[in-house]
T-cell receptor, first 115, second 117 residues
């Protein structure tokens, strides 16, 4: 059981380049989210999905795009990378419903540097 | 919108002693969940403890316990018998009780805990 898998773990981009951070989960979870973590701050929600074909914006969506064509995958696309997007990115998933039994699973993070 | 505030950027404790990390939150909802996450230098997010707002009893997990004051909107974490392995960044987080809240959390800024031998 792999849980939530993020790739790549490390990436250096040049300003203006585009790239996709991959996130996959093998737990058949309906809910998936992307967060970014900047120094001295907690995680902030970028985009989230409540099921295949359904996505919505979180707190800091500008400069990012998502899609959810399958239950398993939730890629995050940087359209034109900027130095302000240098951060650690986390993907998370959970099954439907916020009940106490619904643990949120996090990936190990993707370190992105934009130069 | 909900907010979570951790007013202690850094805390330190002697090994084997007890330390309390503070967290306050603001919400207009009556149904919600509160969490403490531990993040070691590897950046892995590790769930420490969880509290359901509808439960009056404070959650406990081994050496970790919370003091949940719903009226005051306060949710502190107490670590007893601190160990060197407890050193990490600790985040307080909020999740709405709405059905579609899923994996959406609101995090505080974090408290960096140092454990001194």
């Amino acid at each position: 059981n792999a849980g939530v898998t993020q790739t790549p773990k490390f990436q250096v981009l040049k300003t203006g380049q585009s790239m996709t951070l991959q996130c996959a989960q093998d737990m058949n979870h309906e809910y998936m989210s992307w967060y970014r973590q900047d120094p001295g701050m907690g995680l902030r929600l970028i985009h989230y999905s409540v099921g295949a074909g359904i996505t919505d914006q979180g707190e800091v969506p500008n400069g990012y795009n998502v899609s959810r064509s399958t239950t398993e995958d939730f890629p995050l696309r940087l359209l034109s990378a900027a130095p302000s997007q240098t951060s650690v990115y986390f993907c998370a998933s959970s099954r439907s419903g916020p009940g106490s039994g619904n643990t949120i699973y996090f990936g190990e993070g993707s370190w992105l540097t934009v130069v | 919108a909900q907010t979570v505030t951790q007013s202690q950027p850094e805390m330190s404790v002697q090994e084997a002693e007890t330390v309390t990390l503070s967290c306050t939150y603001d919400t207009s909802e009556s149904d919600y969940y509160l969490f403490w996450y531990k993040q070691p230098p590897s950046r892995q997010m590790i769930l420490v403890i969880r509290q359901e707002a509808y439960k009056q009893q404070n959650a406990t997990e081994n050496r970790f316990s919370v003091n949940f004051q719903k009226a005051a909107k306060s949710f502190s974490l107490k670590i007893s018998d601190s160990q060197l392995g407890d050193a990490a960044m600790y985040f307080c987080a909020y999740r709405s009780g709405r059905e579609t809240s899923g994996s959406r959390l609101t995090f505080g800024e974090g408290t960096q805990l140092t454990v001194n031998p």
